[in-house]
């Protein structure tokens, strides 16, 4: 009965990915931007800094730019530090100072839970509420936001981005990240972990022997999927490419859990002595497991 129940559960997921990986083409038609205003633009870059304590456990929100890069790692101490490099262009300094008044970010601060919420023109509601009468013409501008975290290892991280590379390493709560194209770069030992990237690549180094909890999930729309183990490593690994594209496994302890469960789109096999469930889906590209090397610095 448990076997049937986590198939279907399986299926109804495979569906839900298959349907918004049918639907990145269209959303990128719609999103077509105005031309931007003739002439060189001027631009502006400036770093603000944000720090506040969190108790153990809690949690960090991350709603980053439509552009720019994410690095998120976990330390040793109990308080959350963030630095964010904005960067502006506009025609005139007198623009320049109307965009700053608004692509900016808000820092809250609760008791277990600190959120990193970025405001701009890419919002429409939040302009409608704050920006009155703001010129139409500055709203697609190009500009972005570099954010650099530093946050309590055992802390829940949510991270919804947009276009940009990301790193995170040295977290171990539950974490759920959300992108539309980035070259992603994850370093993880365990937690509840649901990671879905729309386009691009991701690369994802395991430096421990298991996965410390039940499982996770990592999907990628269209790109490349890099999968590094280290010898030794035990979980259960079930691995898809949806549509175009193949799987390339060069890890030696990966064993079938079934016959041909080990075919060139679709892997259900077990490493090492077996354990958590670590599922791997592409809908367009391809899934590379291989080994590490242990002696490879972190």
Do not use: C
Not at 171 to 177: D, F, H, I, P
Not at 208 to 223: D, K, T, V
């Amino acid at each position: 009965m448990t076997r049937t129940r986590s198939s279907t559960s399986i299926s109804f997921a495979s569906l839900v990915f298959l349907l918004l990986v049918f639907s990145i083409s269209a959303t990128a038609q719609k999103d077509k931007k105005q031309p931007l205003p003739p002439g060189p633009l001027l631009k502006r870059t400036t770093t603000r800094h944000e720090t506040a304590r969190l108790q153990y456990g809690g949690t960090v929100t991350l709603s980053a730019a439509p552009t720019g890069s994410v690095v998120i790692e976990g330390w040793d101490r109990n308080e959350v530090d963030v630095t964010a490099t904005i960067e502006l262009q506009a025609p005139t300094a007198a623009d320049l100072d109307r965009l700053a008044a608004v692509n900016n970010f808000a820092f809250d601060v609760d008791m277990n839970h600190i959120r990193i919420m970025t405001t701009g023109t890419h919002d429409r509601s939040f302009m409608k509420r704050v920006a009155k009468g703001f010129p139409k013409a500055l709203n697609d501008l190009p500009w972005k936001i570099d954010f650099v975290v530093k946050m309590p290892v055992m802390t829940d991280l949510i991270v919804d981005s947009g276009v940009g590379p990301i790193s995170i390493s040295g977290v171990e709560g539950a974490l759920r990240l959300n992108a539309t194209s980035s070259d992603a770069d994850l370093s993880l030992t365990g937690g509840l972990v649901q990671v879905l990237i729309q386009k691009g690549t991701m690369k994802l180094r395991i430096p421990a022997r298991g996965w410390h909890g039940l499982g996770s999930e990592f999907q990628l729309g269209s790109g490349v999927m890099t999968v590094e183990l280290l010898p030794g490593f035990s979980a259960d690994i079930n691995a898809d490419v949806m549509r175009g594209g193949q799987i390339k496994n060069s890890f030696a302890d990966l064993q079938p859990t079934s016959r041909n469960s080990i075919q060139p789109s679709s892997i259900r096999a077990r490493a090492g002595s077996g354990g958590a469930t670590l599922t791997f889906t592409v809908g367009d590209g391809a899934i590379e497991i291989k080994q590490k090397a242990e002696s490879t610095k972190q």
